[in-house]
Structure formats: C-alpha cells, structure tokens
C-alpha cells in the first residue's frame, strides 16, 4: 500500500464474476422494492383522493339530486330532509344566542 493507495500485485486478482453478478442483482433488487413501495404509495394516495387524479366515485352522478337537504322550520329548528322520502332525519335547535331574534325576517 503506497500512501494510502491499495496497489494490486501481479498475484492479486480483480473481483471474481460472480461476486460482481451478486453485487449487481442485490443493487436490481434494492431499486425493484423501491419502486414497487414508491408506486404503492402513489397507488394508494391516489385512490383515497389525497392525490390529484381519479378519486372513488360514487355511484351517483353530479346530475342527481343530493341524499339530503337542510331546511329551517317555523321554530327556527334546523331540519336535515331525506331527498328519497321526504322525512326529517334530524333536528337541531338553533344557539341560544340567536333563539327568538328576528333574523332575516320580512
């Protein structure tokens, strides 16, 4: 060894063939695992919407009427409606703070 610097002797051989052939197909297969976890990732991102692209759709279209709307009652109760049958799913008193105000009122 000259400063540092391996020198090879006349008896000295280069790596063998098969060690290079390891060294190569382990490299091929540290790059195949990073790209199958990369693209499972982008996958999976994509499929939950996270991502630009195509997202689940729903099996409604956007010209179909939503599942539910809101409306407010004579009470100022707030009213969630089921659109298929017209019933009251749910019902919300509205906050004490605004409860008897003549808000937006004619």
């Given at each position: 060894m000259t400063a540092g610097i391996p020198v090879l002797a006349a008896d000295d051989k280069a790596p063998s063939t098969s060690r290079r052939r390891r060294h190569l197909a382990l490299s091929l297969a540290i790059v195949a695992v990073g790209l199958a976890a990369a693209g499972g990732s982008v996958y999976g991102l994509l499929e939950h919407?996270?991502?630009?692209?195509?997202?689940?759709?729903?099996?409604?279209?956007?010209?179909?009427?939503?599942?539910?709307?809101?409306?407010?009652?004579?009470?100022?109760?707030?009213?969630?409606?089921?659109?298929?049958?017209?019933?009251?799913?749910?019902?919300?008193?509205?906050?004490?703070?605004?409860?008897?105000?003549?808000?937006?009122?004619?």
């Open positions: 919407g996270v991502l630009p692209g195509l997202a689940i759709t729903d099996s409604a279209s956007a010209a179909s009427p939503p599942p539910y709307y809101v409306t407010i009652d004579g009470r100022d109760d707030i009213q969630v409606v089921a659109t298929a049958t017209g019933k009251v799913t749910d019902r919300v008193r509205p906050p004490d703070v605004v409860q008897n105000e003549d808000l937006n009122r004619p």
